[in-house]
Protein backbone atom coordinates (compact mmCIF):
# COMPACT_ATOMS: atom_id res chain seq x y z
CA UNK A 1 0.00 0.00 0.00
CA UNK A 2 1.53 3.36 -1.00
CA UNK A 3 -0.22 6.64 -0.94
CA UNK A 4 1.41 10.01 -2.97
CA UNK A 5 1.83 12.89 -0.80
CA UNK A 6 2.37 16.22 -2.92
CA UNK A 7 4.18 13.97 -5.61
CA UNK A 8 6.06 12.03 -3.22
CA UNK A 9 5.80 7.83 -2.89
CA UNK A 10 5.77 7.19 0.79
CA UNK A 11 5.19 2.93 1.17
CA UNK A 12 3.89 1.28 4.48
CA UNK A 13 6.45 -0.98 5.21
CA UNK A 14 9.13 2.34 5.16
CA UNK A 15 6.93 4.00 8.58
CA UNK A 16 7.23 0.67 10.20
CA UNK A 17 11.14 0.77 9.61
CA UNK A 18 11.55 4.40 10.46
CA UNK A 19 9.73 3.50 14.22
CA UNK A 20 11.78 0.72 14.68
CA UNK A 21 9.07 -1.37 14.69
CA UNK A 22 9.82 -4.69 12.52
CA UNK A 23 6.42 -6.82 12.08
CA UNK A 24 7.01 -10.69 12.85
CA UNK A 25 4.42 -12.72 10.91
CA UNK A 26 3.49 -16.13 12.49
CA UNK A 27 2.27 -18.94 10.27
CA UNK A 28 -0.40 -21.02 11.69
CA UNK A 29 1.97 -24.02 12.59
CA UNK A 30 4.49 -21.64 14.10
CA UNK A 31 1.43 -19.74 16.26
CA UNK A 32 0.11 -23.66 17.28
CA UNK A 33 3.69 -24.89 18.20
CA UNK A 34 4.11 -21.46 20.35
CA UNK A 35 0.88 -21.94 22.65
CA UNK A 36 2.10 -25.54 23.11
CA UNK A 37 5.23 -24.44 24.58
CA UNK A 38 3.60 -22.20 26.88
CA UNK A 39 0.98 -24.87 28.00
CA UNK A 40 3.99 -27.36 28.50
CA UNK A 41 6.00 -23.92 30.66
CA UNK A 42 2.73 -23.69 32.72
CA UNK A 43 2.58 -27.56 33.17
CA UNK A 44 6.17 -27.72 34.32
CA UNK A 45 7.26 -29.83 31.64
CA UNK A 46 9.34 -27.31 30.03
CA UNK A 47 11.63 -25.17 31.27
CA UNK A 48 10.88 -21.46 32.00
CA UNK A 49 12.13 -18.60 29.94
CA UNK A 50 14.63 -16.85 30.85
CA UNK A 51 15.03 -12.73 30.75
CA UNK A 52 17.93 -10.36 29.90
CA UNK A 53 19.62 -10.63 33.47
CA UNK A 54 19.29 -15.01 32.96
CA UNK A 55 16.25 -15.00 35.57
CA UNK A 56 13.37 -17.29 35.26
CA UNK A 57 10.02 -16.25 33.82
CA UNK A 58 6.89 -16.78 35.64
CA UNK A 59 4.82 -18.91 32.58
CA UNK A 60 1.41 -17.76 34.41
CA UNK A 61 2.17 -13.90 34.04
CA UNK A 62 -0.40 -12.79 31.28
CA UNK A 63 1.17 -11.42 27.87
CA UNK A 64 -0.25 -8.30 28.50
CA UNK A 65 2.06 -8.09 31.87
CA UNK A 66 4.93 -9.69 30.36
CA UNK A 67 4.96 -8.06 26.77
CA UNK A 68 7.13 -4.74 26.65
CA UNK A 69 5.38 -2.06 25.07
CA UNK A 70 6.93 -1.05 21.54
CA UNK A 71 8.69 1.72 22.09
CA UNK A 72 11.40 -0.32 24.49
CA UNK A 73 12.45 -1.93 21.44
CA UNK A 74 12.66 -5.06 23.43
CA UNK A 75 14.28 -7.51 21.75
CA UNK A 76 13.95 -10.53 24.23
CA UNK A 77 11.12 -11.24 26.58
CA UNK A 78 11.98 -8.88 30.05
CA UNK A 79 10.19 -8.00 33.02
CA UNK A 80 12.48 -5.06 34.02
CA UNK A 81 9.48 -2.89 32.63
CA UNK A 82 7.58 -3.94 35.50
CA UNK A 83 9.85 -2.94 38.12
CA UNK A 84 11.50 0.50 38.90
CA UNK A 85 13.72 1.32 36.50
CA UNK A 86 15.59 4.39 39.05
CA UNK A 87 16.15 3.44 43.10
CA UNK A 88 16.93 5.72 45.60
CA UNK A 89 20.83 5.28 46.52
CA UNK A 90 19.63 6.61 50.22
CA UNK A 91 17.73 3.67 50.98
CA UNK A 92 19.36 1.25 52.81
CA UNK A 93 18.22 -2.45 54.19
CA UNK A 94 21.10 -2.27 56.63
CA UNK A 95 20.24 -1.81 60.42
CA UNK A 96 21.96 -0.05 63.65
CA UNK A 97 24.71 -1.43 65.33
CA UNK A 98 23.99 -2.46 68.79
CA UNK A 99 26.34 -1.70 71.50
CA UNK A 100 28.95 0.28 69.34
CA UNK A 101 31.08 2.37 71.29
CA UNK A 102 33.11 6.14 69.53
CA UNK A 103 34.95 7.49 72.07
CA UNK A 104 35.36 8.22 75.70
CA UNK A 105 35.96 11.64 77.70
CA UNK A 106 38.13 12.38 80.54
CA UNK A 107 36.01 15.21 81.69
CA UNK A 108 32.58 16.11 81.37
CA UNK A 109 31.86 18.03 78.33
CA UNK A 110 28.96 20.77 77.68
CA UNK A 111 25.58 19.49 76.45
CA UNK A 112 26.30 15.83 77.33
CA UNK A 113 24.11 13.80 79.72
CA UNK A 114 23.97 15.15 83.17
CA UNK A 115 23.77 11.85 84.97
CA UNK A 116 26.29 9.93 83.05
CA UNK A 117 28.28 12.49 80.32
CA UNK A 118 27.63 10.79 76.92
CA UNK A 119 27.07 13.14 74.61
CA UNK A 120 25.16 11.29 72.69
CA UNK A 121 21.55 11.62 74.51
CA UNK A 122 20.21 13.93 77.50
CA UNK A 123 19.09 13.38 80.66
CA UNK A 124 15.83 12.03 80.28
CA UNK A 125 16.86 9.10 77.84
CA UNK A 126 19.47 8.25 80.06
CA UNK A 127 19.08 4.44 80.44
CA UNK A 128 21.50 4.04 83.31
CA UNK A 129 20.97 4.37 86.86
CA UNK A 130 20.56 7.70 87.78
CA UNK A 131 23.46 8.36 90.03
CA UNK A 132 23.56 10.10 93.27
CA UNK A 133 25.33 13.05 92.02
CA UNK A 134 25.68 13.32 88.35
CA UNK A 135 29.09 13.62 86.19
CA UNK A 136 28.09 17.10 85.48
CA UNK A 137 29.38 17.82 89.16
CA UNK A 138 31.95 14.89 90.06
CA UNK A 139 33.95 14.95 86.66
CA UNK A 140 34.45 11.16 87.34
CA UNK A 141 33.13 7.52 85.38
CA UNK A 142 32.17 9.39 82.13
CA UNK A 143 30.17 7.43 79.89
CA UNK A 144 31.55 6.47 76.76
CA UNK A 145 29.67 7.80 73.54
CA UNK A 146 27.20 5.79 72.05
CA UNK A 147 27.10 5.45 68.13
CA UNK A 148 24.26 7.34 66.71
CA UNK A 149 22.96 6.28 63.29
CA UNK A 150 20.44 7.78 61.14
CA UNK A 151 18.51 5.14 58.35
CA UNK A 152 16.08 6.15 55.65
CA UNK A 153 14.83 2.30 55.02
CA UNK A 154 13.11 1.80 51.82
CA UNK A 155 9.69 -0.20 51.47
CA UNK A 156 10.51 -3.84 52.25
CA UNK A 157 13.15 -2.03 55.18
CA UNK A 158 10.66 -0.69 57.13
CA UNK A 159 8.18 -3.54 56.66
CA UNK A 160 10.98 -6.55 57.96
CA UNK A 161 9.86 -7.89 60.76
CA UNK A 162 13.34 -9.32 61.33
CA UNK A 163 15.33 -6.97 59.87
CA UNK A 164 18.30 -6.29 62.14
CA UNK A 165 17.95 -10.08 64.20
CA UNK A 166 21.22 -11.64 65.36
CA UNK A 167 20.71 -15.57 64.25
CA UNK A 168 23.21 -16.43 66.56
CA UNK A 169 21.17 -15.50 69.73
CA UNK A 170 18.94 -18.17 68.92
CA UNK A 171 21.69 -20.55 69.69
CA UNK A 172 20.69 -19.64 73.39
CA UNK A 173 17.03 -21.84 72.19
CA UNK A 174 18.91 -24.48 70.88
CA UNK A 175 21.03 -24.79 74.09
CA UNK A 176 18.57 -24.93 76.74
CA UNK A 177 16.60 -27.32 75.26
CA UNK A 178 19.16 -29.55 74.74
CA UNK A 179 19.56 -28.85 78.54
CA UNK A 180 16.52 -30.28 79.37
CA UNK A 181 16.48 -33.26 76.95
CA UNK A 182 19.30 -33.89 78.67
CA UNK A 183 18.27 -33.58 82.19
CA UNK A 184 15.46 -35.68 81.14
CA UNK A 185 17.29 -38.45 80.11
CA UNK A 186 20.07 -38.40 83.16
CA UNK A 187 16.65 -38.79 85.50
CA UNK A 188 15.24 -41.19 83.19
CA UNK A 189 18.71 -43.02 83.51
CA UNK A 190 18.61 -42.93 87.04
CA UNK A 191 15.22 -44.24 87.68
CA UNK A 192 15.98 -47.25 85.69
CA UNK A 193 19.56 -48.00 87.91
CA UNK A 194 17.20 -47.81 90.72
CA UNK A 195 14.23 -50.25 89.83
CA UNK A 196 16.93 -52.43 88.81
CA UNK A 197 18.96 -52.44 92.29
CA UNK A 198 15.57 -52.65 93.36
CA UNK A 199 14.94 -56.27 91.68
CA UNK A 200 18.62 -57.69 92.43
CA UNK A 201 17.81 -57.03 96.23
CA UNK A 202 14.07 -58.58 96.00
CA UNK A 203 15.51 -61.97 94.19
CA UNK A 204 16.24 -63.59 98.36
CA UNK A 205 13.21 -66.30 96.67
CA UNK A 206 10.24 -64.09 96.76
CA UNK A 207 8.10 -64.98 93.69
CA UNK A 208 5.19 -62.79 94.80
CA UNK A 209 5.19 -58.54 93.92
CA UNK A 210 4.31 -56.40 96.33
CA UNK A 211 1.55 -53.17 95.54
CA UNK A 212 4.67 -50.85 96.33
CA UNK A 213 6.87 -52.23 93.46
CA UNK A 214 3.71 -51.63 91.75
CA UNK A 215 2.92 -48.30 92.69
CA UNK A 216 6.67 -47.54 91.92
CA UNK A 217 6.59 -49.08 88.31
CA UNK A 218 3.04 -46.90 87.34
CA UNK A 219 4.75 -43.96 88.66
CA UNK A 220 7.94 -44.53 86.49
CA UNK A 221 5.98 -45.13 83.61
CA UNK A 222 4.13 -42.25 83.76
CA UNK A 223 7.32 -40.32 83.65
CA UNK A 224 8.18 -42.04 81.19
CA UNK A 225 8.03 -39.65 78.02
CA UNK A 226 7.82 -41.24 74.68
CA UNK A 227 9.19 -38.89 72.18
CA UNK A 228 7.01 -41.17 69.34
CA UNK A 229 3.72 -40.43 71.06
CA UNK A 230 4.31 -36.90 71.91
CA UNK A 231 5.48 -36.05 67.80
CA UNK A 232 2.40 -38.35 66.89
CA UNK A 233 0.11 -35.98 69.12
CA UNK A 234 1.51 -32.80 67.56
CA UNK A 235 0.31 -34.33 64.30
CA UNK A 236 -3.46 -35.55 65.43
CA UNK A 237 -5.10 -33.16 63.86
CA UNK A 238 -2.82 -33.28 60.56
CA UNK A 239 -5.29 -34.69 57.92
CA UNK A 240 -8.24 -32.75 60.14
CA UNK A 241 -11.12 -31.76 57.50
CA UNK A 242 -12.56 -28.06 58.83
CA UNK A 243 -15.54 -26.63 56.99
CA UNK A 244 -14.91 -23.26 55.96
CA UNK A 245 -17.79 -20.66 55.34
CA UNK A 246 -18.34 -17.45 53.54
CA UNK A 247 -15.90 -18.07 50.62
CA UNK A 248 -15.94 -16.05 48.09
CA UNK A 249 -18.19 -18.57 45.94
CA UNK A 250 -20.70 -18.94 48.61
CA UNK A 251 -21.94 -22.08 50.77
CA UNK A 252 -19.26 -24.18 52.17
CA UNK A 253 -16.52 -26.27 51.52
CA UNK A 254 -14.54 -29.17 53.05
CA UNK A 255 -10.48 -28.47 52.73
CA UNK A 256 -7.39 -30.51 54.32
CA UNK A 257 -5.94 -28.10 57.41
CA UNK A 258 -2.71 -29.44 56.68
CA UNK A 259 -0.89 -30.57 53.35
CA UNK A 260 1.91 -32.05 54.68
CA UNK A 261 3.61 -32.19 58.08
CA UNK A 262 5.66 -28.83 58.97
CA UNK A 263 8.94 -30.82 60.18
CA UNK A 264 9.08 -32.12 56.26
CA UNK A 265 11.41 -30.01 54.58
CA UNK A 266 9.39 -28.81 51.13
CA UNK A 267 10.42 -30.03 47.73
CA UNK A 268 11.80 -27.05 46.41
CA UNK A 269 14.00 -26.46 49.60
CA UNK A 270 15.73 -29.40 49.06
CA UNK A 271 18.30 -27.90 46.75
CA UNK A 272 18.90 -24.11 46.46
CA UNK A 273 20.87 -24.47 43.07
CA UNK A 274 18.81 -22.57 40.58
CA UNK A 275 19.98 -24.92 37.72
CA UNK A 276 18.66 -28.25 39.83
CA UNK A 277 15.37 -29.84 39.23
CA UNK A 278 12.38 -27.13 38.35
CA UNK A 279 9.59 -26.73 40.48
CA UNK A 280 6.11 -25.31 39.36
CA UNK A 281 4.75 -23.74 41.73
CA UNK A 282 1.09 -23.43 40.09
CA UNK A 283 0.49 -27.67 40.44
CA UNK A 284 3.14 -28.00 42.86
CA UNK A 285 4.66 -30.67 41.06
CA UNK A 286 8.86 -31.07 40.34
CA UNK A 287 9.31 -33.99 37.97
CA UNK A 288 13.19 -34.47 38.27
CA UNK A 289 15.26 -35.13 41.47
CA UNK A 290 16.45 -32.39 43.18
CA UNK A 291 19.53 -34.68 44.44
CA UNK A 292 20.60 -36.95 42.06
CA UNK A 293 23.94 -37.39 43.33
CA UNK A 294 23.08 -37.97 47.00
CA UNK A 295 22.62 -41.25 49.06
CA UNK A 296 19.35 -43.39 47.78
CA UNK A 297 19.14 -44.82 50.93
CA UNK A 298 19.04 -41.48 52.86
CA UNK A 299 16.63 -39.67 50.13
CA UNK A 300 13.12 -38.56 51.35
CA UNK A 301 12.14 -37.42 48.13
CA UNK A 302 13.10 -38.13 44.34
CA UNK A 303 11.00 -36.74 42.25
CA UNK A 304 7.63 -36.88 40.84
CA UNK A 305 8.80 -38.65 37.91
CA UNK A 306 9.86 -41.68 40.28
CA UNK A 307 6.40 -42.33 41.09
CA UNK A 308 5.13 -42.20 38.02
CA UNK A 309 7.14 -44.71 36.62
CA UNK A 310 6.88 -47.18 39.89
CA UNK A 311 4.59 -49.04 41.54
CA UNK A 312 1.01 -49.56 40.04
CA UNK A 313 1.12 -46.15 37.74
CA UNK A 314 3.87 -48.26 35.45
CA UNK A 315 0.54 -51.12 35.54
CA UNK A 316 -2.01 -48.62 34.87
CA UNK A 317 -0.20 -46.97 32.01
CA UNK A 318 0.09 -50.67 30.38
CA UNK A 319 -3.51 -51.31 30.67
CA UNK A 320 -3.66 -47.71 29.23
CA UNK A 321 -1.34 -48.78 26.31
CA UNK A 322 -2.94 -52.30 25.73
CA UNK A 323 -6.83 -50.70 25.71
CA UNK A 324 -5.49 -48.11 22.88
CA UNK A 325 -3.90 -51.20 20.58
CA UNK A 326 -6.96 -53.29 21.06
CA UNK A 327 -9.39 -50.28 19.79
CA UNK A 328 -6.83 -49.58 17.12
CA UNK A 329 -6.85 -53.41 16.42
CA UNK A 330 -11.01 -53.43 15.99
CA UNK A 331 -11.80 -54.59 19.73
CA UNK A 332 -14.89 -52.30 20.99
CA UNK A 333 -12.91 -51.67 24.40
CA UNK A 334 -12.80 -48.56 25.89
CA UNK A 335 -10.62 -47.64 29.40
CA UNK A 336 -12.96 -44.78 30.19
CA UNK A 337 -16.42 -46.16 29.46
CA UNK A 338 -15.58 -50.03 30.96
CA UNK A 339 -12.77 -49.80 32.31
CA UNK A 340 -13.64 -53.71 34.36
CA UNK A 341 -14.17 -55.24 30.87
CA UNK A 342 -10.55 -53.50 29.90
CA UNK A 343 -8.86 -54.86 32.83
CA UNK A 344 -10.60 -58.47 32.41
CA UNK A 345 -8.99 -58.60 28.76
CA UNK A 346 -5.50 -57.55 29.69
CA UNK A 347 -5.22 -59.95 32.34
CA UNK A 348 -6.25 -62.54 29.72
CA UNK A 349 -4.03 -61.45 27.39
CA UNK A 350 -1.02 -61.75 30.13
CA UNK A 351 -2.01 -65.40 30.87
CA UNK A 352 -2.41 -66.05 26.75
CA UNK A 353 0.99 -64.61 26.05
CA UNK A 354 2.92 -65.76 29.61
CA UNK A 355 1.50 -69.32 28.59
CA UNK A 356 2.87 -68.79 24.49
CA UNK A 357 6.14 -67.74 25.94
CA UNK A 358 6.59 -70.52 28.22
CA UNK A 359 5.54 -73.14 25.23
CA UNK A 360 7.96 -71.56 23.04
CA UNK A 361 10.97 -71.73 25.43
CA UNK A 362 10.01 -75.48 26.18
CA UNK A 363 10.01 -76.00 22.70
CA UNK A 364 13.53 -74.81 21.95
CA UNK A 365 14.70 -76.23 25.16
CA UNK A 366 13.59 -79.43 24.23
CA UNK A 367 14.97 -79.50 20.32
CA UNK A 368 18.46 -77.80 21.70
CA UNK A 369 18.86 -78.75 25.26
CA UNK A 370 19.54 -76.48 28.26
CA UNK A 371 23.16 -75.72 28.29
CA UNK A 372 22.47 -73.55 32.11
CA UNK A 373 20.95 -76.48 33.24
CA UNK A 374 21.90 -77.79 37.00
CA UNK A 375 23.83 -80.66 35.94
CA UNK A 376 27.27 -81.45 36.85
CA UNK A 377 29.98 -80.72 34.33
CA UNK A 378 32.15 -83.11 33.62
CA UNK A 379 35.18 -83.26 35.03
CA UNK A 380 36.96 -84.22 31.66
CA UNK A 381 35.46 -80.63 30.29
CA UNK A 382 36.53 -79.09 33.34
CA UNK A 383 39.93 -80.15 33.85
CA UNK A 384 40.81 -80.71 30.04
CA UNK A 385 43.19 -78.28 29.73
CA UNK A 386 46.19 -78.94 27.53
CA UNK A 387 49.35 -76.57 26.16
CA UNK A 388 48.69 -77.86 22.90
CA UNK A 389 48.71 -74.39 20.63
CA UNK A 390 46.06 -74.36 17.55
CA UNK A 391 46.19 -71.72 14.76
CA UNK A 392 43.29 -70.30 12.97
CA UNK A 393 42.74 -68.50 10.16
CA UNK A 394 40.70 -65.73 9.28
CA UNK A 395 37.16 -67.86 8.79
CA UNK A 396 37.71 -69.92 11.78
CA UNK A 397 39.09 -72.87 9.65
CA UNK A 398 41.79 -74.80 11.85
CA UNK A 399 45.03 -74.24 9.81
CA UNK A 400 47.47 -76.19 12.60
CA UNK A 401 48.10 -77.81 15.81
CA UNK A 402 44.81 -79.68 15.77
CA UNK A 403 43.54 -82.88 13.57
CA UNK A 404 41.05 -81.92 11.68
CA UNK A 405 36.87 -83.48 12.51
CA UNK A 406 34.97 -84.92 9.27
CA UNK A 407 32.00 -83.70 9.58
CA UNK A 408 29.02 -86.01 9.90
CA UNK A 409 26.30 -86.83 7.61
CA UNK A 410 22.88 -85.67 7.45
CA UNK A 411 21.36 -89.20 7.88
CA UNK A 412 20.68 -91.13 10.82
CA UNK A 413 24.11 -92.91 11.73
CA UNK A 414 24.75 -96.15 13.69
CA UNK A 415 20.50 -97.21 13.83
CA UNK A 416 20.98 -100.44 14.25
CA UNK A 417 16.96 -102.46 12.95
CA UNK A 418 16.06 -105.60 12.96
CA UNK A 419 18.05 -106.88 15.83
CA UNK A 420 21.27 -106.44 13.53
CA UNK A 421 24.49 -105.13 15.05
CA UNK A 422 26.22 -103.46 12.15
CA UNK A 423 24.80 -100.91 9.70
CA UNK A 424 23.74 -101.66 6.31
CA UNK A 425 26.76 -101.64 3.93
CA UNK A 426 29.33 -102.89 6.36
CA UNK A 427 29.43 -106.08 4.22
CA UNK A 428 30.70 -106.45 0.57
CA UNK A 429 30.42 -109.42 -1.22
CA UNK A 430 29.84 -110.12 -5.47
CA UNK A 431 29.25 -106.70 -6.18
CA UNK A 432 26.61 -106.26 -3.42
CA UNK A 433 26.32 -104.70 -0.25
CA UNK A 434 24.91 -106.23 2.73
CA UNK A 435 25.28 -106.91 7.03
CA UNK A 436 28.52 -107.92 8.04
CA UNK A 437 26.92 -109.07 11.14
CA UNK A 438 24.75 -111.64 9.66
CA UNK A 439 26.39 -111.67 6.17
CA UNK A 440 22.91 -111.04 4.43
CA UNK A 441 22.76 -108.96 1.20
CA UNK A 442 18.46 -107.90 1.48
CA UNK A 443 18.23 -104.87 3.20
CA UNK A 444 16.01 -104.56 6.46
CA UNK A 445 15.62 -108.45 6.20
CA UNK A 446 16.03 -109.82 10.04
CA UNK A 447 19.43 -110.49 11.42
CA UNK A 448 20.08 -114.55 12.01
CA UNK A 449 23.48 -114.00 13.25
CA UNK A 450 26.56 -116.97 13.26
CA UNK A 451 23.41 -119.19 12.68
CA UNK A 452 22.56 -117.22 9.29
CA UNK A 453 26.05 -117.18 8.12
CA UNK A 454 26.67 -121.22 8.95
CA UNK A 455 23.33 -122.06 6.54
CA UNK A 456 24.58 -119.48 3.77
CA UNK A 457 28.19 -121.23 3.92
CA UNK A 458 26.34 -124.50 3.59
CA UNK A 459 23.71 -123.97 0.84
CA UNK A 460 26.58 -122.06 -0.83
CA UNK A 461 28.80 -125.36 -0.57
CA UNK A 462 25.63 -127.23 -1.64
CA UNK A 463 25.29 -125.50 -4.67
CA UNK A 464 28.95 -125.53 -5.71
CA UNK A 465 28.65 -129.55 -5.37
CA UNK A 466 25.43 -129.73 -7.43
CA UNK A 467 27.49 -128.08 -10.36
CA UNK A 468 30.13 -130.08 -9.76
CA UNK A 469 28.20 -133.50 -9.98
CA UNK A 470 26.19 -131.80 -13.35
CA UNK A 471 29.50 -131.00 -15.07
CA UNK A 472 30.96 -134.52 -14.05
CA UNK A 473 27.94 -135.90 -15.48
CA UNK A 474 28.20 -133.78 -19.11
CA UNK A 475 24.35 -132.45 -18.09
CA UNK A 476 25.84 -128.58 -18.00
CA UNK A 477 23.66 -126.65 -20.75
CA UNK A 478 25.38 -124.77 -23.40
CA UNK A 479 26.73 -121.37 -22.46
CA UNK A 480 24.25 -118.64 -23.63
CA UNK A 481 25.31 -116.20 -26.57
CA UNK A 482 25.79 -112.77 -25.99
CA UNK A 483 23.63 -110.94 -28.22
CA UNK A 484 24.28 -107.12 -29.02
CA UNK A 485 21.23 -105.31 -29.62
CA UNK A 486 21.89 -103.37 -33.29
CA UNK A 487 21.53 -99.42 -33.00
CA UNK A 488 18.26 -99.10 -34.47
CA UNK A 489 16.33 -101.88 -31.94
CA UNK A 490 16.66 -105.01 -33.53
CA UNK A 491 19.72 -107.59 -33.27
CA UNK A 492 22.76 -106.75 -35.23
CA UNK A 493 23.35 -108.46 -38.68
CA UNK A 494 26.49 -110.65 -38.67
CA UNK A 495 27.59 -108.84 -42.20
CA UNK A 496 27.20 -105.34 -40.62
CA UNK A 497 31.26 -103.79 -40.58
CA UNK A 498 31.86 -100.60 -38.36
CA UNK A 499 34.61 -98.49 -40.08
CA UNK A 500 37.36 -97.68 -37.46
CA UNK A 501 37.64 -93.87 -38.94
CA UNK A 502 34.22 -92.91 -39.40
CA UNK A 503 32.91 -94.16 -36.14
CA UNK A 504 36.07 -91.64 -34.37
CA UNK A 505 34.48 -89.09 -36.50
CA UNK A 506 30.96 -89.72 -35.48
CA UNK A 507 31.92 -89.86 -31.90
CA UNK A 508 33.44 -86.20 -32.12
CA UNK A 509 30.41 -85.04 -33.28
CA UNK A 510 28.11 -86.22 -30.72
CA UNK A 511 30.47 -84.88 -28.12
CA UNK A 512 30.37 -81.19 -30.07
CA UNK A 513 25.81 -81.71 -30.41
CA UNK A 514 25.83 -82.62 -26.52
CA UNK A 515 28.36 -79.15 -25.92
CA UNK A 516 26.10 -76.96 -28.00
CA UNK A 517 23.33 -78.57 -26.21
CA UNK A 518 24.69 -77.29 -22.64
CA UNK A 519 25.81 -73.99 -23.68
CA UNK A 520 23.12 -72.92 -26.75
CA UNK A 521 24.87 -69.18 -26.44
CA UNK A 522 27.30 -71.17 -29.14
CA UNK A 523 24.58 -72.46 -31.59
CA UNK A 524 24.41 -70.56 -34.40
CA UNK A 525 22.03 -68.88 -36.36
CA UNK A 526 21.50 -71.06 -39.30
CA UNK A 527 21.14 -74.73 -38.75
CA UNK A 528 22.14 -77.35 -41.25
CA UNK A 529 19.70 -80.57 -40.64
CA UNK A 530 21.23 -84.31 -41.84
CA UNK A 531 18.78 -86.58 -41.96
CA UNK A 532 21.06 -89.00 -42.73
CA UNK A 533 22.40 -91.59 -40.32
CA UNK A 534 24.43 -93.89 -40.57
CA UNK A 535 25.92 -97.04 -38.57
CA UNK A 536 28.81 -94.70 -37.51
CA UNK A 537 26.19 -92.51 -36.11
CA UNK A 538 24.11 -94.76 -34.09
CA UNK A 539 26.96 -96.44 -32.52
CA UNK A 540 28.52 -93.17 -31.24
CA UNK A 541 24.80 -92.24 -29.92
CA UNK A 542 24.84 -94.99 -28.26
CA UNK A 543 28.37 -95.26 -26.63
CA UNK A 544 27.59 -91.92 -25.55
CA UNK A 545 23.79 -92.21 -24.10
CA UNK A 546 23.66 -91.75 -20.27
CA UNK A 547 22.47 -94.95 -18.10
CA UNK A 548 20.60 -93.59 -15.48
CA UNK A 549 20.98 -96.97 -13.47
CA UNK A 550 24.82 -96.74 -14.15
CA UNK A 551 26.45 -96.42 -11.36
CA UNK A 552 29.51 -94.96 -12.62
CA UNK A 553 27.09 -92.26 -14.01
CA UNK A 554 28.90 -89.44 -12.14
CA UNK A 555 33.20 -90.72 -13.60
CA UNK A 556 31.70 -89.81 -17.15
CA UNK A 557 32.98 -87.55 -19.53
Known sequence: MSRGIKGIQVHSFDVFIAVGVVVAFKSREDHRKQIELEEARKAGLAPAELDED??????????????????????????????????????????????????????????????????????????????????????????????????????????????????????????????????????????????????????????????????????????RVDEAKVDESKQMDFAKVEKRVRTTGGGSTGTVRNLRIREDTAKYLLNLDVNSAHYDPKTRSMREDPLPDADPNEKFYAGDNRYRNSGQAMEFKQLNIHAWEAFDKGQDIHMQAAPSQAELLYKNYKVIKENLKSHTKDTILEKYGNAASEEAIPRELLLGQSEREVEYDRAGRIIKGQETTLPRSKYEEDVYVNNHTCVWGSWWKDHQWGYRCCQQLTRNSYCTGAAGIEAAEAASDLMKANIARKEAAGEMPPPAEEKRPATWGTDIPEDLVLDEKLLAEALKKEDARRKEERDERKRKYNVRWNDEVTAEDMEAYRMKKVHHDDPMKEFLN
Open 54 to 223: GKEINPHIPQYMSSAPWYLNAERPSLKHQRKWKSDPNYTKSWYDRGAKIGQADKYRKGACQNCGAMSHDIKSCMERPRKVGAKYTNKHIAPDEKVETFELDYDGKRDRWNGYDASSYALVIERYESRDEARRKFLKEQQLKKLEGKNNNQNGEDGVSEEDEEEAEDEDDL
